[in-house]
């Protein structure tokens, strides 16, 4: 069983700053990536941000530049810096962690989402 803890969200006035964080727990050997992903109402859920085990990062076309990525993988958690934050941010915004089995196989789990709302 592994569980998915975030924090940080919250309702903030546009062109301010955001830190996300998640925390994994449970029963695992290692983590292959996390990552943040979001879902905007009447949207379909998109990447934000991944990082994997060994640091390379990946982001979603309308946050480069804005958001940054970052792990610490001795505590299995994962940040996200949010600058300059716009309306169209606003969604719910989940942690996601892709965890090997022992064999060929790697399982995905999700966090329960937190609300950053943007507004003025």
């Known amino acids: 069983q592994v569980q998915l803890v975030e924090s940080g969200g919250g309702l903030v006035q546009p062109g301010v700053s955001l830190r996300l964080s998640c925390a994994a727990s449970g029963s695992f050997f290692s983590v292959n990536a996390m990552g943040w992903y979001r879902q905007a109402s009447g949207n379909e859920r998109e990447l934000v941000a991944q990082v994997t085990s060994g640091g390379s990062t990946n982001y979603g076309d309308s946050v480069k530049g804005r958001f940054t990525i970052s792990r610490d993988n001795a505590k299995n958690t994962v940040y996200l810096q949010m600058n300059s934050l716009k309306y169209e941010d606003t969604a719910v915004y989940y942690c996601?962690?892709?965890?090997?089995?022992?064999?060929?196989?790697?399982?995905?789990?999700w966090g329960q989402g937190t609300q950053v709302t943007v507004s003025s």
């Open positions: 996601n962690a892709r965890i090997p089995s022992d064999t060929s196989w790697e399982y995905d789990y």
